[in-house]
């Protein structure tokens, strides 16, 4: 369940020489009794990497001269789609949209950078493969011939003064770099981010521009929680009914499978795995209108009422639309796992119905409805087992004691005494990852990321083993208050601080240093057109130009 | 001070005849615990006019046979740009940017609206003067020959079933209007919206943005906080200095005086009065930055530290000054109005300082710092008030005993027992306007728009006479936490709801069928490019187009 489609270790090399440049000096208000904005010794880099060293030697960029390109040693080459993608961008994170002007390419004074060399040292530079939890994301920039990254361990554009640019001459722009050592790779391995498409619709451009932010904090897994109660935004095709009558609208509010190709290939440059979300039995209102008899029917004494509850378990055509659907969902996400949810099942629905009452006696299961939802999933789980798909599941489906396999991620989301719940999953040998501390949508005043960044997600009595099976957490924006409308600044950079959680060490806990490189992080995401709202009073050089 | 711009009763003449149409069904979760949407009897009409009865004849409009005319008797003509202005905007409101096709003009179907006649009825049209407290803003659609509005009465575009139309033929746009009778004014005459444009700099085209929003909300006053501690984005022609020290940035963050221009004159199109409030002795901190000697400095001991506090109160210069500044000002801003702060002077730094200390002893204040600052205060406004201004003031001033005059306005901010406070304010004989219950910046999980919603102004103690003093209310989006990334979602429709309990009558308070109308509210304002976020699940036939 875990193929190792590992990049192994990528290697950009860097040709440096000296300059002298300005340092960005923050502007700083006095007088305000507030969070003291100040320079971090390490910028504007976010996550921090695990090891770095910034030298106060800097070397100078021009747009006119500078050039990423890859090295002769490297495994992979112009025919990498994912590295040309990756150089474009950052070509022009790094110096706008300027073009090289033909004649201005003057080669190499001392005191220039003219070339990233990128080196991906692996044998199988793996350029048309999906990434994975075990994707080596590690990266060095040894000094002083440097260099960098892979995916989302790409910095070169982080360690840039990109504050300060100056028209060099008319189409050139330069920069100032300092020498830097770096040897990065990130604490945990699955870093999410959950975007909930079904209380409201996102259009595909809004989950396209939070996969770019995404990738500029290192997230690597876009937990996709595409359908719910609400709406069926999923175009099935083989059953084309469940987004025609249980979507928004059946045209303009659904996925269609274009939009959903379009998501996970944007995903797959920026080194982030798209893993969605069909939760069942529960949250599956919307999957009713298209799909006759798949909700249980609820009762009033003898006689339905005409509303309905979670998927009825009870029937085998059940079991058939799920074998088929998950089917086709393990076709279109190509992701080695699948959420199924399996959270909040409400049983008042279930008992009413006499017909799952008559089940439940049959079966032996007395009042239990625990043993019935049981019943369901585990049959759920082997239909998608034998999709060798593996699964991720929200906490309840453990603590009921649903027999899952032993390479089931349960998703820790339940914020009551979460320590305790991370105990118990990997006491009982599961992997799990912790949700519960980051729930983005409770919004409140002032900078509660300082909040989401104290969280250690370790901090739960286990041994060595058991922490290791922690394998990552995931920062949730449920959808109820949000759309394309505000998702995006009220996501930004408040998952910033979740994001060098997981990545950074262990050791990396100060608020005042994270707080003036967040500062200037949100800033430069602001100029990469992402709409990230400010921590607090200031000002970003180039200000957000949309609306 | 209240000069009598008086508009006047407008109307609009409307033909109708009848042809029938579907009404828009709101798309209903019944398994939803929540608030529950439905269809209210007023539509969508925000906020509620103060008597409208809708009756079930529809009539049809088409966008290649629809006219929005002067009527021959109305004052008005086509040489009055607020009009064709207004003209233009609805008609794009109703139809998009779909234009008339020649050919295509058939004249009238019985069951069709052909025209919409504007009737401005007083002698005096003032198409050229700017709105005041005092402006006329009732308007009438008496059913069935009807007409309508003014300024922030125009509400034709909210009786269309706006979310119903369809391509009639190629190029045309076809809508439906129920027949409806119409007679409005607004509760109160000052409803307003403060901007802060010092924490966070606003670019013209966020502040134009919003000034529409406020248009669609019949907000009639921006309350422009336009300078504080933390920049000064004003640029004075007559004291260059404080914006080129003092604002964020020179050139970049700054309001230019023909941005200023702008922005009157984009309110004034739009029946609001820019208010701009340089508030002082406090919040001053960046005024110091570029006018020596304006701020008093502060002591430890015998010694400076370096650090200023609030305008010194005891130099002429600072008197000089301020007439100076002052009367710029009263020249740029033409309302009638002019904000004056004095809210929250910390008197720490006054204390600290030796001369200061001195003039104390001299002019008899004894320790009394509060008499130090109605010194200030009462010069101040003696220098304002040669300018021919009114005043409004925060609530300091009337609470620490500064004689002001008469005609001075209160603004209540305070939100511990506003209640109280308007009862002192009103029976020392001072109009006042409420805005402690409505600080927008303060934000938390879920629907806090019915916090705001269910204010009554006047539910506090007193005499006809005192409640005849409560002109109106505010609502207030501090800038600490806002920018152009995240302002507008933020804000509206939050304000939409402060918007309604300032407009409608004092019995329209039934929450659900706010919440049914002010759901089509909110995506009517998406419809028209204003990223108003979601009051809950759900979604707009139209969603916001951008990021």
């Known amino acids: 369940m875990n193929p190792a489609l590992g990049w192994g270790t990528t290697t950009f090399l860097l040709l440096l020489a000296a300059v002298v440049c300005h340092g960005h000096v923050e502007r700083q208000e006095q007088w305000e009794e507030v969070p003291q ?32 390109v890859h090295s002769a040693e490297s495994s992979a080459g112009p025919g990498c789609s994912i590295l040309q993608s990756a150089f474009r961008r950052y070509f022009e994170y790094m110096f706008g949209y300027t073009k090289n002007q033909g004649g201005n390419t003057k080669k190499g004074q001392d005191s220039e950078v003219t070339e990233l060399q990128v080196w991906i040292t692996s044998a199988d530079s ?38 300060l640019p100056h028209k060099y001459i008319v189409f050139t722009v330069s920069f100032c770099i300092n020498k830097t050592d770096v040897q990065d790779f990130p604490r945990f391995a699955h870093r999410g981010l959950l975007l909930d498409s079904s209380r409201h619709f996102l259009p595909v451009k809004v989950i396209l521009a939070n996969l770019e932010a995404m990738a500029m904090n290192k997230y690597n897994v876009f937990h996709w929680h595409i359908v719910d109660d609400n709406s069926f935004p999923y175009e099935s095709t083989v059953f084309p009914d469940l987004s025609r009558k249980g979507a928004y609208h059946p045209y303009t509010h659904i996925y269609t499978p274009t939009d959903v190709k379009m998501v996970i290939e944007f995903a797959r440059m920026r080194g982030i795995r798209v893993i969605s979300e069909f939760d069942t039995p529960g949250h599956t209102q919307s999957w009713g209108k298209g799909q006759m008899d798949l909700l249980t029917s609820c009762y009033s004494g003898e006689n339905p009422t005409g509303s309905f509850g979670p998927v009825n378990p009870i029937l085998n055509s059940t079991y058939d639309f799920m074998a088929k659907f998950f089917k086709e969902v393990s076709l279109v996400f190509p992701d080695t796992y699948i959420h199924l949810g399996g959270d909040e099942v409400d049983f008042t629905c279930w008992k009413s119905n006499p017909d799952i009452q008559a089940f439940m006696q049959e079966h032996g299961f007395d009042k239990d409805f625990k043993k019935l939802e049981s019943y369901y999933i585990q049959k759920l789980l082997d239909i998608v087992g034998s999709t060798k798909k593996g699964y991720m599941i929200w906490q309840e489906v453990f603590d009921n004691g649903v027999k899952v396999r032993p390479d089931t991620v349960v998703e820790v989301w339940m914020g009551s005494n979460y320590q305790e719940e991370l105990q118990n999953v990997t006491a009982a040998g599961f992997s799990t990852i912790l949700s519960a501390p980051w729930y983005l949508d409770y919004i409140s005043y002032g900078q509660d990321w300082q909040r989401y960044y104290k969280v250690e997600p370790l901090a739960f009595k286990g041994t060595d083993a058991q922490k290791k099976l922690v394998i990552g957490g995931e920062a949730c924006l449920w959808g109820e208050y949000v759309d394309a409308t505000n998702l995006t600044p009220r996501l930004w950079p408040r998952a910033s601080a979740v994001a060098e959680r997981l990545w950074s060490n262990q050791n990396v806990t100060d608020v005042g240093d994270a707080y003036n490189r967040l500062t200037q992080h949100r800033c430069r995401m602001v100029a990469r057109g992402i709409p990230a709202e400010p921590l607090f009073v200031g000002y970003c050089d180039q200000e957000y130009k949309g609306l």
Chains 1, 2 share one sequence.
């Open 126 to 163: 793996e350029c048309d493969a999906y990434p994975s939890v075990t994707s080596d994301e590690s990266c060095e920039f040894p000094e002083p011939m440097n260099f960098l990254i892979f995916f989302t361990c790409f910095l070169f554009a982080c360690l840039l003064n990109t504050n």
């Open 37 to 68: 904005l100040g320079e971090s010794r390490f910028g504007s880099l976010w996550p921090l990497p695990q090891n770095v060293v910034i030298s106060p030697v800097a070397f100078m960029l021009r747009s006119s001269s500078f050039q990423i």
